[in-house]
């Protein structure tokens, strides 16, 4: 019957396949028009990871298989058949719960591979880069109208709580179980992660034909579109000799382009099963081809433009390429043919646009020549692969470089992309390029043909969010690895966002300008960000029932201005009234007699049209009723007067109460001669002052005030006597804490040299245990507990030295003893002896000193006892036997004697005998006489008088 096309989402030529290697996939499943049995699906796996790791695989949030790749060593894992695939009509317009997710630790290849008797398809994931929140819908017209044939739009949640919109679609398009155009212009549904929705219609209605192409899809959180035909005929004229399953994973509009680089599949030109379907999302698009100035078309949203495929250029032996430029952004899908001459082996690819910033490499496409089907390939599988590239780069492949005859090829109406053309792969292929590259494959057995796409469409930098939905928490994140990043917000840089991550504080149109080698610099479409619904709760105290309390909406940290007509009442309160102003926007609360709690929720929203903050309140009212109490505050009084402090009279308000104080309660209820400031009220006492308290919630009481003094600090002078310093006789050091000034208990004492220093606190005494100071004043301040304060006087008297008149030097005989006496007139007595006595006796000659106490001070007196000077004999003059002794020193009249007993005043001795005679001698004092011994000589009376010096004379 039908020749089987698979379609391996990896190529620019025959079955589509697009992929992209990344952590997360997504699979959105699809509607079946008919089997033909034997159906085999299983997912291909590989990446280019050296270090194996776990790829896992849910359906509807649960584990159904976990595979180990690694680098050369791909794995499939076989689905079953309901996971994807509705084959009866309930299974399409209705929440269901197929599709595929798959995680992994590290980046890696996905494609979703099925077939059955004579078809089949790949879809290949593009990752993260496949999921977003607007899509168009695409398939190929169904040129056949036959209820063999379908269109098929299926779409996958990746969160809960994901509400989509399917609109701009034709009336006349009639979906399965009876839904139209007319009956439903549009349709909304909610999906939860994991569950699922298929758009799907015959081709045997007339309006399904092309009715759906282009149909807007905006969904509010991310979700995974597959779009295309299980089994269609795109032939553009009969006879239609077969159909084919022709089907490719979409992307979000922030994903497109508008240049474009079309390699021809398999087929001949004609009969028209090569070619393309450009669906435009804006309205103006000029669609152009092969650099021709003239537009071949012009597009509206969502309309679309067949491409034939007489717009191929040959541009090498069998190699034809063509070139496609907007003027903005599109949707191209490429129509192709797995085999020549055979209009039956029919493909259907998603085209990324030509972008600089598409990564350098292609590691790994893991079994090419892979499909599951339930025969061998007989022939063997024929595969080619094709690469587009920037101009000038080298390629290799396998580690291999390419050879002339492999290209590169010029591609016409661009100067800056080549294409190769390489037969014969097989198995794993790696591409590298020195620029960005992209590579597809075409493959066929016989009646059998595939083909599919790689692509780097994280290269082409989209903003996602990472975490979060909305401010506070919401991250957003763009592709990392380009050289310099710029975040903006509403269009301005914002300082400092120069990381491929930012976290918004604030809503608004989040753009990147990113930067990478000689590429021209891009910006990134604009990702709004929104303010969460702030949710707050705040209390309120009423005073009393009965009484209507206005609540004015005001926003808790956004600066917007809340909207009058955006406040509503989400919960009424159970014991009260509320209502709302449309016009102000002010609610109005009144609570029920006998409440004492109640509680109510309202929501309000601000004035910015694009970026809306809310907040939803929820009030809890306490009926507390404001009483106040009488008090007192006392003060320090100086002259009869003192100086309040009356914001500290605790009267019982909260703290967060206005107070305002008044001199009577007549001027309270005027409100006039308010006391300002009330901290610093000058009165005399007693008096009274009136506080008037107004809550944070409205509520007023009045209460008094008592002002009294403080009992004043009594003071008196003292006087302290303090004995005199040894080295300075005419001070004292004085302790002047000793001084009784005061008998207010407890208090604190500071002491000044002058009253005017103990006035200005200059000067302090420190410290004032030890203050040296002659005869005079000081001054000492004394402070109570409360801070009042006095001033006493302390004189000061310097006790002098005592010393005693009677205690005298003396003079005594050397070996002589006296007594001192130091008069009876003191306390105690300390000798240098040792003594405590008034009088010592038998005192010798020497230095001597005393310590005495009178009236708690001690004087220390010295005295000496001199020896008297002792005479001496200075010679002795002998004539004869008379000697004449001649004395000196003492103290004249001197006595003389020269046999120790009796004495004389002359100090001539006469009649002496001859031989040794002793002389004594004493002065006045009688001290101890000082005696000396001579010799009188013995004569012979002999003279020899004659002249020769010897004997001449009579001695």
Known sequence: MKKILLVLILSFFSISIWAQKDTDHWFAPMAGSLTNGNPKQALFLSTDSTVPFPVTIYNNNIVIGTVTISKGSPQ????????????????????????LYLHGDLPFFATYRFSETNHGEILTSKGKAGIGTKFYAVYAPLMNNTNTLNFTCGILATEDNTQIKVSGYEMTTWFYNNFNGLTHPTITITLNKGQSYIFAGYANKPGNKD???????????????????????????????????????????????????????????LPEIEGAIIVATENNTEIKLNNNPVPVATLNEGEYYRVSAMNYIVNGPSHLNMYIKSSKNVYVYQLLSGTQDNDATEGFNYMPPLNCFLPKTIDEIGKIGEMPYSTAFNPPLFVKLNILTQTGAAVLVNNMPTTAAQGPFPVTGTPDWVSYSIPNISGNVTVTSTKAVTAGIAGGSGNLGYGGYFAGFDS??????????????????????????????????IPGANLNTYTPTQGGSY????????????????????????????????????????????????????????????????NGTLAVNPATGILTYTANAGTTTDTFTYKFCGNDPDFTDCEQVKVNITVVPLVLTDTTISAC?????????????????????????????????????????ANAYSSAVPATVFVKVTTADGCTENAKITLQFFPRVVVMDAVLNGCFNENNPNTATFDLTAANVTTTIPSTRTYFPTLLDATNGTNEIIPATAYVSPNG???????????????????????????????????????????????????????????????IQNVPVGDYWVILEFNGCKTKQFVKVHPFPLPKIKKINVSNNTATVIAEGGTAPYQYSNDGFFWQDSNVFKNLPRGKNTFYIKDINDCAPVQTQITVPNLVNAITPNGDGRNDTLD
């Not at 058949?81 to 269901?96: H, R, T």
């Not at 479409?525 to 705040?538: E, M």
């Not at 100086?643 to 703290?655: H, K, Q, R, S």
């Open 76 to 99: 499939t894992f076989d689905v079953p058949l309901n996971m994807m695939l509705g084959q009866n009509a309930s299974d399409a317009m209705s929440v269901k719960t197929r599709g």
């Open 211 to 269: 009715g759906f192409i282009g149909a807007k899809i905006e969904a509010t959180k991310p979700v995974s579109i597959t779009n295309g035909n299980f089994r269609g005929q795109f032939g553009l004229t009969p006879p239609y000799n077969g159909e084919d399953i022709i089907m490719d994973q979409s992307v979000p509009v922030e994903r497109l382009g508008n240049e474009f680089v079309l390699i021809k599949g398999m087929g001949n030109l």
């Open 460 to 493: 082409v930098p989209v903003i996602k969010k990472t975490t979060g939905e909305c401010i506070p928490g919401i991250v957003l994140e763009v592709q990392g690895g380009f050289a310099q990043y710029q975040w903006n917000l509403n269009g301005n840089p």
């Open 511 to 574: 753009t990147v300008s990113i930067t990478e080698g000689t590429c021209v610099p891009l910006t990134t479409y604009p990702y709004k960000v929104y303010s969460c619904l702030a949710n707050t709760v705040k209390p309120l105290n009423i005073c009393a029932t009965g009484v209507p309390i206005a609540i004015t909406p005001t926003f808790t940290n956004s600066a917007q201005i809340p909207v009058p007509a955006t406040v509503q009442i989400i919960t009424p309160p159970a």
């Open 637 to 677: 009084g100086v002259n009869g007067i003192g100086i309040f402090d009356l914001t500290a009279a605790n009267v019982g308000a909260p703290l967060t109460a206005v107070k305002k104080y008044y001199p009577t309660l007549a001027d309270l209820n005027a409100n006039t001669a308010e006391i300002i400031p």
């Open 777 to 839: 004043f000081v001054y000492v301040k004394i402070t109570s507990i409360n801070g009042c304060f006095n001033f006493a006087k302390i004189t000061l008297n310097v006790i002098p030295p005592k010393p005693s008149s009677t205690l005298i030097d003396q003079m005594i005989c050397p070996d002589g003893f006296t007594k001192l006496d130091a008069g009876p007139d003191y306390n105690s007595y300390l000798w240098s002896t040792g003594a405590t006595t008034q009088v």
